[in-house]
């Protein structure tokens, strides 16, 4: 971390400069106070040093972003990863990593935007109260994963609450559905994903009970919704050393 006239300035490269989310945190980097934009880093660039920054947002692809969040530890550089795509397996070797590297902070946020944050957050709460829940994503049709991260922690969320509160199973008495309907199940939760063109990226929680029904819905219009919750992270990730996931562990919510 470089000082200009005391001021303490944080170095930051990006891989993944070049798609949409990557180009968005590019232009936020640049704007922001206290950050400097150092590196833009694309498939197939040799990453070598990630010119020299402190902090490292990835957004790639899920095939791609474990090598590349390796390869950021390896070199004891912070990482703020938005790739989805982790599954418990890959967290594990990641912790493991980090057990080598204990002074550098990697945060896996399945969102940034602040209003998706708070959504996860309440759909937690609400999760108890409820006989039924289903979740469902919402997306452009250039997304190469599905279900959403997000959609995937929520439903991770929910069913640890239901858990810890001793509900059992989502009621629902489907004994035919070849062709998938009723959605992917992750944590017991239903899980439906939609895919549609003029879409970027939204979702909603449906909560029932007898006689009524609770709905929580985010929606991102544009991705700049995400990043305040980007940079709040690439300023904060260095005081978190280890795995972090979720951004709302960094904002006390």
């Avoid at 200009?4 to 070049?18: E, L, P």
């Avoid at 969040?69 to 397996?89: K, L, N, P």
């Avoid at 935007?113 to 289903?134: D, H, P, Q, R, T």
């Avoid at 959605?183 to 879409?199: C, F, K, T």
Wanted: with cysteine; aromatic share 4%.
């Amino acid at each position: 971390m470089a000082r200009v006239r005391g001021v303490s300035v944080t170095s930051v490269s990006v891989i993944g400069a070049s798609g949409r989310m990557g180009s968005e945190v590019c232009r936020a980097v640049e704007g922001a106070d206290g950050l400097e934009l150092v590196g833009r880093f694309d498939v197939d660039d040799d990453l070598g040093d990630l010119a020299g920054a402190d902090v490292v947002v990835e957004f790639s692809v899920p095939d791609a972003s474990p090598a590349n969040v390796a390869h950021c530890v390896e070199q004891g550089v912070h990482v703020v990863v938005g790739t989805t795509g982790w599954s418990a397996d890959r967290l594990d070797a990641l912790r493991g990593q980090l057990a080598d590297h204990p002074g550098v902070g990697v945060l896996i946020a399945p969102n940034f935007a602040i209003g998706a944050v708070l959504m996860m957050a309440f759909a937690a709460k609400a999760a108890e109260f409820y006989e039924s829940a289903e979740v469902i994503e919402l997306h452009h049709p250039d997304k190469v994963d599905a279900p959403s991260g997000t959609a995937a922690r929520t439903a991770e969320l929910i069913g640890a609450a239901r858990e810890a509160a001793g509900l059992t199973d989502v009621p629902d008495a489907t004994t035919s559905d070849p062709d998938g309907a009723r959605g992917a199940r992750a944590h017991g939760i239903p899980v439906h994903s939609v895919r549609l063109r003029g879409l970027v990226a939204h979702q909603e929680v449906l909560f029932g009970q007898t006689g009524e029904m609770l709905t929580i819905r985010h929606d991102s219009f544009d991705r700049v919704s995400f990043m305040p919750g980007v940079v709040a992270a690439v300023r904060r990730v260095g005081e978190h050393p280890g795995l972090t996931v979720g951004l709302e562990h960094y904002l006390g919510i």
